[in-house]
């Protein structure tokens, strides 16, 4: 188990490599730099471009600007935000908690509903529950998730008005320190009657649209695991002993149909935070979504660069997570390999 | 309900016996649009960022809310010598600058301290804070601060002395931008003491309606009325802005309540929101304008005539009708309504294909002609699309048997090479910066017809350019208003630009929210306002 491990891990780094450069390079592609963008129509006067080039260290060779880059981020110094002058890291830590936060209850909703109606769908195959589950699945799949978010915000906040629009907390009425920079959390801290149900409804719009992919995803593969399983040597045997069926599906079915699914799940990080972009926007979501994307438009180099090595580093990490604990879960994989 | 109620009344009660600052009290949420770079305006050069600071902070001298007439604020009163070199500041007394921010307690009132620490902050390598959060200062470079102003001199503790290098009118607009707000001293030498200067401009220290409370990125930041400003305290006692990226977010907010104020709507929502009885919608046309330049150095644009045969082919109207979709308005003149001199008497010419034609045969212009139009690659507040706009300049010119090819670069590299003058025909605009009308004119002024100026049509014309010269050394408003209505004349008859629009602003406010006024500058000031 440990060499597996540290396999596993050693594996990461070229990943890491790579992905310092193409990071480094991509963000230098998109034409402009970060003071050319933020000139209006007056223009910049050739000397005092050249001075802020300067000043950012941007009129240097570009290996020597990836080194120094390269060289900082093995100290741990993922650069000082161009247009904020904070660190980024500092920027990171304060607006990640939010992002986490959104994610977490939206594989919570996905997983909630997706491997139930996943594991319906498969027993009751080809009925009308089947077929309902799996179109609803493929819509919610190619659904665009800036409409799906604004339809939800204009029915259930305007129309029904049983979720607030956009933000994580009722401002007029609650106001106290971030603590943790979770809401939930600093909520039921704040010991402000009402705070933490307001947090909680402020989740539900955003959790939903973040969720929707994630959760056609996981009811199919459910559904087809479980398909799977259902006609196995195994299943019959128990279906032979007698065993009730909910027994037969609950307990020997599903436990080895999960399998797949985990896997899903764990490649669902990624989705979640690609999607998160959007829902950010969408919602006045302060997570690092929404900061990436500014920053793209800013041209914030020193930003960008650092949120997509630190949010990679996260998606890589979780991957690496979950191949351990399917390992955990599938004895075949540990004694195979 | 009465359960309800208790808990809400019960929760009221525990904010006001915890927190800062007391919710059973007026709130007003306004939803911007974005984070503050920093709370400096002096290093800023977005709206959002301006906005944010705003509340903390005044000027020597201020616009009046809602209009672009220069106030006292900061400074009591100011004479301006014979000679126009010499403006002398005599400072209110008694202003206090905010207490228990960032542990910051001031020992004294404002005075000419602070105002020389602004000032040169911005402008003297030498001050301890000159590098201080990047230390950019745009717009005091932008303004040409730095080859205007020969020296600021403390006469006494409330006498301020700017002395220029040549007389300015437009000086005074200039003081009552967001870049010349003054902070304090005091503060900076507190923050210098203790090792962290850079919080001078996160946490902002002000002498404004409102105190500083606290930010968090991209979600909130809260300001409470500040009891002992000069002007007396605002009617509201807590001031949030909520960050909300997406407009049609913003609208929803608006709706239900959860915001009063918000920025920049839809042009789509803005026929709905004129019907919508929460809410009230005010507009003002922005301090703006957008054009299409005809570079003179390239013929057939050299002749007057082509030019103004140019300006009778495309239809105006239609671009207004299908690319502002309402939110617009033809423009006139090469400057806004809403700036003082502006000429109404000067007509539009008028869309007639014909006449433009045959115009263009008289000037000996043959076609089928190939002429290239430039389209900026962003929007911007005075131009929603400008390749919509070209193409439908494209089309109105193709009747008359040319052929505009589009031409488009990145945007740094688009206003660069026009700059440069390699354009024949191109589009661009302008947002005004302080309301004078100097700040729209002088691009139209022979300096800036050189090679790499902000002339893009490359039009040095003698007459205009005297006119706005002298306007610009004078102090007198009507005279100089006599010499603007003239340039505007000339400038239609000479046809440089196809005057294409101003964008107009739309405010959605709700029914509640008392004596908000739209700023023509695109503010948002909330010292003034109620809630009802």
């Known amino acids: 188990m440990l060499k597996l491990f540290l396999r596993r891990v050693a594996l990461t780094l070229p990943t890491f490599v790579a992905l310092m450069f193409v990071t480094f390079v991509a963000v230098r592609l998109v034409p402009g730099d970060p003071i050319e963008v933020r000139t209006g129509e007056r223009g910049i006067s050739p000397e005092r471009l050249a001075q802020f080039r300067h000043e950012l260290g941007l009129d240097r060779p570009i290996w020597q600007q990836f080194l120094d880059y390269a060289n900082g981020l093995l100290h741990g110094d993922f650069g000082v935000s161009i247009v904020t002058k904070t660190p980024v890291l500092n920027e990171f830590l304060i607006l990640f908690p939010a992002t986490l936060e959104l994610a977490f209850c939206a594989l919570v909703f996905a997983i909630v509903l997706g491997i139930p109606a996943g594991v319906l769908a498969a027993v009751k195959r080809g009925s009308i529950f089947d077929h309902t589950v799996m179109t609803a699945a493929l819509a919610g799949y190619s659904m665009p998730i800036f409409w799906w978010g604004l339809l939800l915000i204009m029915f259930m906040s305007e129309y029904l008005g049983l979720t607030p629009v956009s933000g994580r907390m009722d401002l007029i009425n609650y106001y106290f320190e971030p603590v943790t920079g979770f809401m939930l959390i600093d909520s039921l801290l704040s010991d402000q009657e009402g705070a933490f149900g307001a947090a909680v409804a402020h989740l539900i719009l955003p959790s939903i649209v973040l969720g929707t992919i994630p959760l056609a995803v996981i009811a199919r593969m459910t559904r087809s695991s479980m398909l799977e399983v259902l006609g196995e040597d195994y299943v019959r045997t128990a279906r032979a002993k007698g065993l009730s069926p909910l027994r037969v599906v609950g307990l020997h079915a599903l436990r080895n149909a999960l399998i797949p699914v985990v896997t899903v799940i764990g490649l669902q990080t990624g989705t979640l935070l690609a999607g998160a972009v959007l829902t950010e926007t969408i919602f006045a979501w302060p997570g690092v979504g929404k900061w990436l994307i500014e920053s793209i438009s800013r041209r914030d180099y020193p930003a960008l660069q650092g949120g997509i090595m630190l949010i990679s580093g996260i998606v890589i990490l979780v991957n690496l997570i979950v191949d351990l604990l399917y390992v955990a879960i599938n004895p075949r994989i540990r004694h195979g390999g | ?532």
């Open chain 2, 1 to 532: 309900m009465p359960a309800i109620n208790t808990k809400v009344a019960l929760a009221a009660a525990m904010l006001t016996a915890f927190a800062a600052p007391a919710y059973a009290a007026k709130t007003l949420v306004y939803c911007s649009e974005g984070s503050p770079e920093n709370f400096t305006p002096a290093l800023n050069i977005t709206g959002t960022s301006f906005d944010a600071a705003r509340p903390v902070y005044n000027q020597l001298v201020e616009f009046e809310r809602g209009t672009t007439n220069v106030v006292p604020a900061l400074a009591e009163s100011w004479t301006v010598s014979d000679d126009g070199k010499e403006i002398t500041f005599k400072l209110r007394k008694g202003v206090k600058f905010h207490s228990g921010v960032n542990g910051f307690t001031p020992t004294r009132d404002f005075n000419a301290d602070d105002v020389l620490f602004s000032f040169e902050r911005q402008w003297k390598p030498e001050n301890p804070y000159h590098k201080v959060t990047g230390g950019a200062y745009d717009y005091f470079n932008d303004m040409g601060m730095p080859g205007l102003l020969k020296s600021i001199d403390k006469v006494d503790d409330y006498t301020v002395k700017f002395v220029l290098t040549e007389p300015n009118a437009p000086m005074l607009a200039n003081l009552a931008m967001d870049f010349a707000t003054i902070m304090s001293k005091e503060y900076a030498d507190f923050l210098l003491k203790k090792g962290a200067p850079e919080q001078l401009d996160q946490i902002p220290v002000g002498t404004g309606p409102f105190q500083f409370v606290t930010y968090q990125k991209d979600a909130v930041i809260r300001f409470k009325a500040f009891p002992a400003y000069f002007e007396g305290p605002a009617k509201i006692d807590n001031l949030v802005y909520a960050i909300t990226p997406d407009p049609t977010a913003r609208y929803a907010k608006l709706k239900k309540g959860e915001c009063h104020v918000m920025i920049a709507p839809n042009p789509a929502d803005i026929a709905g929101m004129k019907t919508d009885p929460a809410v009230n919608l005010l507009s003002q046309p922005g301090l703006n304008i957008a054009y299409w330049a005809f570079n003179v150095e390239k013929p057939p644009f050299d002749k007057k005539e082509v030019r103004q045969a140019f300006n009778l082919a495309i239809d105006k109207a239609a671009i207004i009708k299908d690319v502002y979709q309402g939110a617009g308005q033809a423009a006139v003149n090469p400057i806004p309504p809403t700036i003082w001199s502006y000429n109404t008497a000067v007509k539009d010419y008028a869309y007639d294909p014909e006449k433009a034609k045959a115009m263009l045969a008289a000037a000996g212009v043959k076609t089928p002609l190939d002429i290239d139009l430039w389209w900026m690659p962003v929007q911007r507040p005075y131009n929603p699309n400008a390749k919509r706009i070209a193409e439908m300049m494209q089309s109105d010119l193709s009747k008359l048997g040319i052929n505009a090819k589009l031409v488009s670069y990145e945007w740094g590299e688009y206003r660069k090479r026009m700059q440069e003058g390699e354009h024949m025909t191109g589009q661009l605009g302008w947002t005004g910066d302080n309301g004078d009308p100097d700040n729209f004119f002088f691009l139209l002024g022979c300096p800036a017809a050189r090679k790499g100026g902000q002339n893009l049509a490359k039009w040095c014309n003698k007459d205009f350019d005297a006119l706005i010269t002298k306007a610009r050394t004078i102090a007198d408003k009507d005279e100089r208003t006599k010499l603007y209505e003239q340039a505007q004349v000339i400038f239609k008859e000479e046809a440089p630009w196809f005057t294409i629009a101003h964008s107009v602003v739309y405010e959605p406010t709700r029914k509640e929210v008392v004596d908000y006024k739209v700023s023509p500058f695109g503010r948002h000031e909330f010292y003034g306002v109620d809630l009802k």
